[in-house]
């Protein structure tokens, strides 16, 4: 019985801390990838994606990073265009 997949970005980032460190015990308890990702309801590439990380950096390494890009980032307007357009 497979749990039906969810889209991850859509939960908190509380849940989605949650999801990754549920998995990681999960491994470190040697179960697989593929099963792990049946119980935690993502791809199992997401686990090992995970897992990579958490073996490399420990937990740091499974933490959320902020989400969308940087406020100003890849503007395509000067300061002063933006100024004459909100006249």
Do not use: H
Not at 13 to 28: C, H, S
Not at 39 to 59: C, E
């Amino acid at each position: 019985m497979e749990i039906e997949k969810i889209d991850a970005r859509k939960l908190s980032t509380d849940a989605q801390k949650e999801k990754r460190i549920l998995a990681m015990r999960l491994r470190d308890k040697g179960m697989k990838n593929s099963e792990v990702a049946q119980i935690v309801g993502v791809n199992p590439g997401t686990v090992s994606i995970w897992r990579s990380r958490y073996l490399k950096d420990g937990k740091r390494g499974i933490e959320i990073g902020q989400r969308g890009r940087k406020i100003g980032d890849k503007k395509r307007l000067t300061s002063d265009q933006e100024k004459k357009r909100l006249n």
